[in-house]
């Protein structure tokens, strides 16, 4: 997924990151995972182009806000019981893609308590606009 981060429509971009932003949430297609809440820690990365997030007067209204990522993903990881991962990871990329000043984005999910013999199970996804 790395890779992406050199994309030549990348390069004149600012990344900005939530990370290990941890959700208990109902996700899973397993009977004992709809009985109750999981742990979830969401990753994310922005792609801003830099002449839409490089402050002149040190004001927060003029780059892209971080608790618009938290805001975003609480209200979506509420709405209703989740059954995949990839749902989750595209749902909230495709939210981060709708703020206007956001050309890209990667996003990354991980389930750190479905197995005891590894620290988590995951998926991860890029998109990009089409500018």
Do not use: W
């Given at each position: 997924m790395h890779g992406a981060f050199f994309h030549p429509r990348l390069m004149d971009c600012r990344r900005m990151y939530l990370r290990d932003y941890e959700v208990l949430i109902n996700i899973g297609?397993?009977?004992?995972?709809?009985?109750?809440?999981?742990?979830?820690?969401?990753?994310?990365?922005?792609?801003?182009?830099?002449?839409?997030?490089?402050?002149?007067?040190?004001?927060?209204?003029?780059?892209?806000?971080?608790?618009?990522?938290?805001?975003?993903?609480?209200?979506?990881?509420?709405?209703?019981?989740?059954?995949?991962?990839?749902?989750?990871?595209?749902?909230?990329?495709?939210?981060m893609l709708s703020h206007p000043h956001v050309r890209a984005v990667s996003v990354s999910t991980e389930k750190p308590d479905v197995y005891s013999d590894c620290q988590s199970v995951g998926i991860e996804v890029f998109m990009m606009k089409d500018v």
């Open positions: 297609v397993y009977e004992h995972e709809k009985k109750g809440e999981q742990r979830v820690l969401i990753n994310v990365q922005l792609f801003v182009p830099l002449d839409l997030s490089t402050p002149v007067a040190d004001s927060l209204d003029e780059v892209v806000d971080y608790d618009f990522m938290r805001q975003t993903i609480a209200k979506h990881v509420t709405q209703s019981h989740i059954h995949l991962q990839e749902t989750l990871c595209d749902g909230i990329a495709k939210m």
